[in-house]
């Protein structure tokens, strides 16, 4: 058998729709062997049985306050710095290929994150967003963000919602932090009227993935479900971006001292 490659080679009509649509969804991103390559580092993170430090081990869906047993969405940032084997893993090559192909050869990784929904947590709501609403003013914002289904995604567990063409909107919509306060909660949320706006959902086959730029507008609903819904999500920006970023003290991590 040959060595597993890096590379995702896309066909112009998927690099057509993300450029419509503001996302795309790529099958087959990680075979079945590829995925458990992944999946004993994943598990330690998400059970807390690798040490993320301070805010990055937090429940996207509940205030900073919730006991991590009750955490309805499980959100790790920043695993690779806390789990360095997952550092050039297979997925990170192949979200590079893609990041390349959608946004150009100077994309690098900007931040990964681990999204866990609990089964049987209807509040495992991922509020509606642009992700640019969450990051500095750049000049450059061209974004992958690479979004690995771990678990079959469906409406019942949880799976990503989009709406297609929201990016190509003249300026973001106005955004809220969830819960009041960002030092109490990071979620920001903004205002989707499902009467105008026209929801799709991504139902994705584990392996599977979603790409998604920095504007379009996305969420996720509860976990209905008897079943965990579990996503690994890699984000690519322009080397420049990044490290104007950093400039500034941005690193994506929860511990930030300045939080946008
Ligand atoms: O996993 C989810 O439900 C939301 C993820 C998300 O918003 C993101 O990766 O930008």
């Given at each position: 058998?040959s ?11 998927q ?10 969804h ?23 049985e ?9 429940d996207?869906s ?10 309805s ?12 084997a ?27 994150q ?21 990051w500095?003013?750049?000049?450059d ?8 289904a ?33 030092s109490?909660?990071?979620?920001l949320?903004?205002?989707?009227d ?39 999500v ?27």
């Amino acid at each position: 058998m040959s060595a597993p490659s890096g590379a995702y080679p896309l066909t112009p009509e998927q690099i057509e729709a993300f450029r419509r649509d503001g996302y795309v969804h790529l099958r087959g991103v990680l075979s079945a062997a590829e995925l458990q390559t992944i999946e004993p580092d994943y598990q330690r993170l998400i059970r807390g049985e690798i040490e993320v430090p301070g805010k990055d081990y937090c429940d996207m869906s509940g205030d900073y306050g919730r006991d991590p047993e009750d955490y309805s969405i499980i959100n790790v940032m920043l695993p690779r710095r806390y789990c360095p084997a997952l550092q050039g893993s297979v997925l990170e090559q192949r979200a590079a290929s893609i990041a390349a192909q959608l946004c150009g050869p100077d994309m690098v990784l900007d931040y990964d994150q681990l999204l866990a929904k609990r089964p049987h947590k209807p509040d495992a709501v991922f509020a509606w967003h642009q992700d640019m609403a969450y990051w500095p003013d750049t000049p450059d914002t061209r974004t992958a963000t690479i979004w690995l289904a771990l678990d079959d995604a469906t409406e019942a567990n949880g799976c990503m919602r989009f709406v297609p063409g929201s990016h190509r909107e003249a300026s973001l919509r106005p955004h809220h932090p969830l819960h009041g306060d960002r030092s109490v909660s990071h979620t920001l949320v903004t205002e989707v009227d499902e009467k105008v706006d026209r929801v799709r959902l991504a139902e994705i086959a584990r392996g599977d993935a979603t790409v998604h730029s920095e504007r379009v507008l996305h969420g996720s609903g509860g976990n209905t479900s008897d079943r965990w819904r579990r996503a690994y999500v890699i984000a690519f920006r322009s080397a420049a971006t990044v490290a104007e970023e950093r400039r500034r003290g941005f690193t994506h991590s929860h511990n930030d001292s300045g939080l946008t």
